[in-house]
């Protein structure tokens, strides 16, 4: 059974910092690809950082790139999205995600696993 627990959420003020992990388990991931989507009140769920689990190329979307890093861990099977120069508009539920497709993609529905959540609110 496959399982992605994301952990290390809070809140932080505009400026700080937080590590998000997601641990994963129940299959080998190495033929996958990863990502973390978030999901403000109100609006769609999109794509944030992606990484293949193989290679360890990763991926950002334009409002991100700069400030979050995705990383992975094998030997733990944990993926990290280390988010500096936090800001008001980065508040929303993070999710972690993997897709069998082996290339990262930023579309949610071709995502075949997902965590439960970690919400992260960033003050002004």
């Known amino acids: 059974q496959v399982q992605l627990v994301e952990s290390g959420g809070g809140l932080v003020q505009a400026g700080g910092s937080l590590r998000l992990s997601c641990a994963a388990s129940g299959r080998t991931f190495s033929n996958y690809a990863m990502g973390w989507f978030r999901q403000a009140p109100g609006k769609e769920r999109e794509f944030a950082a992606g990484?293949?689990?193989?290679?360890?190329?990763?991926y950002y979307s334009d409002s991100v790139k700069g400030r979050f890093t995705i990383s992975r861990d094998n030997a733990k099977n944990t993926v990290y999205l280390q988010m500096n120069s936090l800001k008001p508009e980065d508040t929303a539920v993070y999710y972690c995600?993997?897709?069998?497709?082996?290339?990262?993609?930023?579309?949610?529905?071709?995502?075949?696993?997902w965590g439960q959540g970690t919400q992260v609110t960033v003050s002004s």
């Open positions: 995600a993997a897709t069998s497709s082996i290339f990262v993609r930023t579309n949610p529905d071709t995502y075949n696993y």
């Open positions: 990484i293949r689990w193989s290679s360890g190329n990763t």
